[in-house]
C-alpha cells in the first residue's frame, strides 16, 4: 500500500466542499471522495472568498451580472456591488497562494465565485448566459495557467477524475524535480519518463515536446527551457486520455518485451488489451499485467515510466476507466 505521507500533494480548494459551514446559508457541501478517499492523500488549503472578503455567515447570497462591458458580483437584495474587493482581496490571496506551493485547486461549481465554468451571468434582473466564471475562479486562472484545476461536480466522472489527478501527481513530480535547480539532463529524464503517460493524453503532443527539447539550443538556459517545456507539458495533460489513445499506448509497451514471452503468454496479453478496447476490462488489468512482466523481465526502459504508476493505487481510478 503506498504510504499517504510520502505521497501527499497540496490542494486549494473552496471551504465549503470540505464541510465547512461557510455558505450564503450557513450550510456546506461537503464532497465524499475529495473529504475521504482522496483526501488521505491530500493536504488541502481551504479558501472561501466570500467569507474572507468579510461577507459574513449567513450572507445575501450573490450572482454575477453584466453591464455589457464588464461582470460584476452583484447583490440583488441590497443592490451591493463587490466586484472591486474581490478582485483586489483574489490578486492578494492568489499571492499568498503562489508561496503554498500547491498542486492543484478543486472549486465549487456553479460559483459566482468560485465556479470555473458555466455559472449563470444575468443582465438586469434576466438570465444573459451560462458562461460565466467565477471571480476569485478567473483570478487563479490568470495567476496559476498551469496548475490543474477542476469543478467538484465533473470529478464525479471518472474519465475527468483521473484525469485531473494525473495531473496533479505530475505537477508534483515536476515541482520536486526543480528542488536544487533545473538542468537539461532532469528536464530530459522527466520528458523520458512520461513518455508514455504524454502518448496516452496526445500522441502529437508528446512528440511535439520531444521536439522542443531537440530543437533548443545549447544556449538555451535550462530554466527558459524548463519554463517552455511546463507550458507545453500541461497544455498536453489536459486533454482527456481516451480508451483508443491507452490502447495505442499497451500495445506500445507490450512491444518493448512480447518477443520474450512464450506464446501463449503473448496471446493472453493481446486478449486482454484487446477486451480493453472493447470495454470489457477495466484499464487497472492490462496496466496489472504489463507492470508484472515489466518487474519479471526487468525492461529497464519501462521500469521508471509513470504510466505505469500515475498516482498511488489505492485511489482506484485504474478500476474504474
Ligand atoms: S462556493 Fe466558494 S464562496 Fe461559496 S461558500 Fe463555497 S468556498 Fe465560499
Redesign the pocket.
Known sequence: MTDPDTTRVRIGI????LGEK???DGGH?KDEFLTSHFGRYVEWVP?????EIGLGVPRESLRLVSDGKVTHLFAPRSGLDHTDRMNQWTRDQAERLAAQGLCGYVL?RS?P??GLERVKVYKGTGLLNRDGRGL?AAGLVDRFPNLPMEEEGRLNDPRLRENFVSQVFSYKRWMDLQEGGLSRAKIMQFHARHKFLLMAHQQNGMRSLGNLIGKAGRGTSAKRLGADYFDAFCEVMRHTPTRRNHTNVLQHLAGYFSEQLASDDRAELADVIDRYRRDRLPLIVPVTLIRHYVRKLKVEYLEDQVYLDPHPDELNLLNQL
Open positions: 473552496s471551504s465549503c466542499l461557510v455558505r450564503f457541501k479558501v472561501c472568498p466570500e467569507f465549487k460559483s465565485s468560485c476569485f
